[in-house]
């Protein structure tokens, strides 16, 4: 019913000697797999609160389903933030 955001399966999919596009490619499809990950899990609340209200399932699966969503959001920012932070510091650097 619930599945976990997997995060770092697809990282192994860029080739070390892959060209700058390709490596662009690939991380933008991660990054969307991982972002599809958490908005399904966000529905996934949803649905566990829609059964919840008709008393299909019980206030610990609604808890348990909301703080998964709630861990999968804020590990989302926390990499956003990095990657800005990354990428600011790319910015800054002198040639």
Same mark, same amino acid.
């Given at each position: ?19 700058? %596009?390709?490596?662009? /490619?690939?991380?933008? @499809? ?7 990950? &958490?908005?399904?899990?966000? $529905? ?21 389903? %909301?703080?998964?969503? /709630?861990?999968?959001? @804020? ?7 990095? &990657?800005?932070?990354?990428? $600011? ?7």
């Amino acid at each position: 019913m619930i599945s976990p955001v997997n995060l770092v399966s697809n990282m192994n999919t860029v080739q070390p000697k892959a060209t700058p %596009a390709e490596a662009t /490619e690939s991380f933008a @499809s991660f990054l969307k797999t991982a972002i599809d990950g &958490v908005a399904a899990q966000e $529905q996934n609340v949803h649905n566990v609160n829609d059964q919840f209200l008709i008393g299909e399932v019980d206030e610990n699966k609604v808890v348990i389903a %909301a703080m998964q969503a /709630e861990l999968s959001l @804020s590990l989302t920012g926390q990499i956003r933030n990095k &990657v800005v932070e990354a990428y $600011q510091e790319i910015m800054r650097m002198q040639i």
